[in-house]
């Protein structure tokens, strides 16, 4: 296959924009979350729905806020110690992006179940190896 | 928000099945390259597909094959070593059960921007949470 590896096009799979500030499990997870809920999600709520411990959460939150992608604020519900989290605009903005990453990776693989019935269709799902 | 906790459905958005031997980015890359070319890849065109040294590539293909889910075969293409890869029958079905991980987690992700304009659907996007 010599002769075709020059037509491999160079970093086809590579998927850089896969930010592992996002990939992380956990912190996809609490990304989704937060996306979802606009508003934001007390931090107990956040930890339920993400089926985290609180120290867990904390710590990926920290790294979250760190990078400025959610906003921690602290206060009180009555006298109840209250914290909330929100993605920060800029947090949603690359997010967005991080899940364009992703979408483009199922498009990728669902490219080769296409073509699976179909000969004609076969060259279309080798981007990289023409004609090999 | 104390009072909705019990209705945050637990673990909502936990996503158990994105195994971390799929979800680490460069075998994320390494396993939609090898479900695209499903009759398997060289060792060299794998590495350039992905964008992936050859030492870092040979780690992770021995992460891949130590589990099963991709076959490498060593041997000769005239008198020059050839190693080529493939992902095993078990391998691809895994895979696809992590894909299918990922759709869910775009779909909840999308399920908040179709509530935008729509206070109508807004109780839809709260599946955790309802009447919050």
Request: charged letters at 30%; proline letters at 2%.
């Amino acid at each position: 296959m010599a002769e075709n590896e020059s037509e491999a096009r160079i970093g086809r799979f590579a998927y850089e924009g896969l930010d592992r500030v996002f990939h992380e499990k956990a912190r996809l997870s609490i990304l989704t979350a937060l996306v979802t809920y606009s508003e934001g999600l007390s931090f107990s709520e956040l930890a339920r729905l993400c089926g985290l411990t609180d120290g867990n959460l904390s710590r990926h939150l920290d790294v979250l806020a760190e990078a400025a992608l959610v906003k921690i604020t602290k206060g009180f519900e009555g006298r109840r110690p209250h914290t909330s989290c929100a993605l920060t605009a800029n947090g949603r903005k690359r997010f967005r992006e991080y899940l364009t990453q992703l979408e483009k990776i199922l498009r990728d693989a669902a490219a080769q179940e296409d073509a699976a019935g179909s000969s004609a269709a076969k060259t279309r799902t080798r981007p990289g190896l023409a004609g090999a």
